[in-house]
């Protein structure tokens, strides 16, 4: 009889996800698969909107990364309209999705993830989050952490006209351009976003690198996967957010690829899949099987380990010292190991925050040349950049008046849909033994997804329907058994079910379609 343990909802990301793991006669892990069971239609009700709408449009669709599809989609309206933005319209839209960058990272690493190393991954469910993270740092230094996201923020709304949801991207350009005092204003907050950020590393290094059990924890075999990796590169091969070419290297680090976003459908493929509305995505080139399926078989990674991984360096001095010692701490590269997400995602903060002060400091920041007017009858347009979670392309066909006729939107977390479902599924397999698994060793299951930063809302578009968290609860006769949470009780998220709905034995085995909404309510961390 098969047994399955449920890890529903999954939590500190943002979206809504599920974690079935199965397990063996002995009751070892046999299979554990990632869901997603949000509806993806969001490309779908695009069609029939002005073109133009766009970046204003898409920017809904998640509330982590809408300066991501707000600048792919000014990139792709670009390309639609073939204009050129003038320099300075460029450095306002670098200055603007650096600062996205650096204050996106700072969120996932001290809010969402930073509980699993700060707290500790064992630590009581209710300490693993905001305020457990306040009583280790103390209370001064989570200040620093909000006060300086709130600074860029508001440097941010400055620049864009809101901090969460920008309105400064035109086709060819940007809506208007900075003062000298304004520019000013930007400086005061860049100097001190560099510090801060060479300060979240000094602190990385001496609460994990140097703790031995979370050194372990990095390095071991249960968070190593062994991918191709893909991000975005300027002409010498170094990290860029959102200029250049996207480059891919196999899991020995030779680059198999290098191209432009509007050739995209000649190496990545989508697939549908059983059981998950996340469309994941592999390399045409090796193509991916499922009599293959494993390390390197087209299965590839984005976001800010594969970003350095895919890079040759970093275009900034301190950032680019933080790369090499990084890649000096595990001895090779690429590196493999799922956790140094984590590290990367941090030397990203420095490099961000090197490049806004870079670009402050550029007098053509404030020129008056901010925008070229299109011309050219559109048709197609595609655009890309590095959303905090991995490439993101956006790609859009028009009538002759502009009117959208098809969209494609190829997010950041599709590229690292089948690099989750590995990692989760070797974790799973080396933490649970004979059926056991403490609320603590789910959560190192759960970390093993959590280092990819993902959005699932991103990923699948979701449209309309309220899908509240519940657990699955079933008994060996695969009947659902009811269980009620809204008293409060917030226990244990382990649990030993039977054979799922519909079938049993190895049927169970199969991802069936996701399950309904429940109205199970419960805290979840």
């Not at 008293?487 to 519909?502: D, L, P, R």
Request: proline residues 5%; contains cysteine; glycine residues 10%.
């Amino acid at each position: 009889m098969t047994r399955k343990i449920t890890i529903d909802p999954i939590t500190r990301l943002e979206g809504h996800g599920t974690i079935d793991i199965f397990l063996d006669e002995n009751r070892d892990v046999e299979r554990a698969l990632f869901q997603v069971p949000e509806f993806r239609g969001f490309e779908k009700f695009c069609e029939g909107r002005a073109a133009e709408e766009m970046p204003t449009l898409t920017q809904k669709i998640c509330g982590v990364c809408p300066t991501a599809h707000h600048i792919a989609s000014t990139k792709a309206l670009d390309d639609l309209y073939r204009v050129t933005p003038p320099v300075t319209a460029g450095l306002v839209r670098d200055l603007m999705y650096n600062a996205f960058m650096f204050e996106d990272h700072l969120l996932h690493f001290f809010i969402l993830s930073g509980p699993d190393f700060i707290v500790g991954p064992d630590a009581p469910r209710k300490d693993r989050n905001l305020l457990g993270m306040l009583r280790v740092l103390g209370e001064e230094a989570m200040k620093k952490v909000m006060d300086m996201r709130r600074r860029v923020r508001d440097m941010m709304a400055l620049i864009g006209g809101s901090p969460l949801h920008p309105v400064f991207g035109l086709p060819g350009g940007v809506a208007r351009a900075l003062s000298e005092e304004e520019r000013s204003k930007v400086l005061e907050v860049t100097g001190d976003a560099v510090d801060f950020a060479m300060n979240s590393l000094y602190m990385f290094n001496d609460l994990v690198l140097e703790n031995p059990v979370f050194s372990r924890m990095i390095r071991s075999d249960m968070f190593f996967i062994k991918t191709s990796y893909m991000g975005m590169v300027d002409e010498d091969n170094r990290v860029n957010f959102h200029e250049g070419k996207i480059r891919i290297v196999d899991p020995d680090g030779r680059e198999t690829a290098r191209f432009a976003a509007s050739e995209y459908l000649d190496h990545l493929e989508e697939r549908v899949e059983d059981g998950t509305y996340m469309k994941p995505l592999f390399l045409k080139n090796p193509r991916w099987k499922r009599a293959g399926e494993g390390e390197g078989k087209g299965v590839y990674r984005v976001a800010p380990l594969a970003r350095l991984n895919a890079a040759e360096g970093m275009s900034t001095s301190r950032a680019q010292a933080e790369y090499t010692r990084l890649f000096d701490y595990f001895g090779e590269k690429p590196v493999h190991h799922t956790l140094a997400y984590h590290w990367a995602r941090l030397v990203e903060v420095l490099y961000a925050a090197e490049k806004m002060d870079e670009v402050a400091r550029n007098p053509e920041l404030v020129g008056t040349c901010i925008r070229t007017l299109p011309h050219a009858r559109p048709e197609e347009g595609i655009g890309a950049c590095e959303a905090p979670r991995g490439t993101l392309i956006h790609h859009y066909k028009t009538d002759e008046r502009g009117i959208l006729e098809s969209v494609n939107l190829i997010v950041g977390t599709q590229n690292n849909a089948a690099a989750i479902c590995q990692s989760v599924q070797k974790a799973a397999a080396a933490l649970i033994k004979g059926g056991q698994a403490s609320e603590g060793l789910l959560n190192r299951v759960e970390m093993a997804f959590r280092a990819y930063d993902p959005c699932l809302a991103c990923a699948t578009h979701t449209l309309g329907g309220d899908r509240g968290p519940g657990i699955n609860i079933l008994d060996q006769n695969g009947k659902r058994l009811n269980r009620d949470f809204s008293s409060g009780n917030t226990e244990s998220i382990v649990h030993m079910t039977g054979a799922g709905e519909g079938g049993g034995g190895s049927d169970a085995l199969l991802p069936g379609p996701p399950h309904p909404a429940g109205n199970d309510a419960w805290s979840a961390t």
